[in-house]
């Protein structure tokens, strides 16, 4: 009852912020769901800030003789270096787990050699094979994993959200009380499909500028050709 109490309170900024917070919400987090690969950091902080806000406002009182200022400074405080603690955790977070990501899928790949009678390890080509592969995987790893958590958060922000604004208890998305959480999943696969066709999107626009790096930075004209309108590089 008592970690009830205390998680409802570090909430209470969101939960007592009304319709224009609940929509607030949403709008952050459907731009986590398109595009949350690039506002991780963004997203962590405010995430950060605000239980930081909560949170500190929760251990004022034990401090409050000896602290030289005053409850709203000091939240502010607290909540400003949660949020900065919050981010750089994040970081290593995801460093980490696209790490433990290759070492697995290493692993597994020996694994599965070794149960073919064959000692990946021990060769000089197949270890230069092994090497090549955990490189290539630590490269896509480290734009799969941002992916994959902000269209976790970006779908449990959504439901959030809606929950808030429709007065339904956000207490059904801690994942113990009831499943409502894990629908989230859902919400994650739409959005890295999202994700991954705009960073295909990118991948051929990087490769078209490669090709033609002129192409970025040619003076543009626009005139009439053949009846057709058409804006292009002099």
């Not at 034990?62 to 502010?76: D, H, I, K, T, Y």
């Not at 922000?157 to 207490?171: A, I, N, T």
């Not at 994942?175 to 859902?186: E, F, H, I, Q, R």
């Not at 543009?220 to 009846?227: G, L, P, T």
């Amino acid at each position: 009852m008592a970690q009830h109490d205390t998680t409802s309170s570090i909430l209470e900024p969101l939960l007592t912020g009304g319709p224009l917070v609940a929509l607030l919400i949403m709008a952050l987090s459907v731009v986590l769901l398109v595009e949350g690969r690039k506002r991780i950091p963004m997203t962590v902080g405010m995430i950060g800030f605000v239980v930081g806000f909560g949170l500190t406002g929760q251990l004022y009182p034990l401090v409050a003789e000896q602290s030289p200022v005053g409850e709203g400074p000091l939240r502010f405080l607290g909540a400003v270096i949660i949020a900065i603690v919050c981010v750089s955790a994040a970081f290593v977070t995801m460093r980490f787990l696209a790490a433990g990501l290759v070492y697995l899928s290493v692993t597994t790949i020996i694994d599965t050699g070794w149960a073919a009678g064959v000692d990946l390890e021990g060769d000089a080509f197949y270890s230069g094979l092994l090497t090549l592969t955990a490189f290539v995987l630590s490269m896509s790893f480290r734009r799969f994993v941002p992916a994959v958590m902000a269209g976790l958060v970006g779908s449990l922000g959504v439901m959030f959200g809606f929950y808030l604004l429709v007065g339904w208890p956000v207490e059904r998305l801690d994942g113990v009380s009831a499943p409502d959480a894990y629908l989230a999943v859902l919400g994650a696969l739409v959005s890295l499909i999202l994700q991954f066709r705009s960073i295909r999107d990118e991948d051929e626009m990087e490769e078209m500028l490669d090709e033609n790096p002129s192409a970025d930075t040619a003076p543009q004209k626009a005139f009439i050709d053949d009846d057709e309108f058409y804006i292009g590089p002099v």
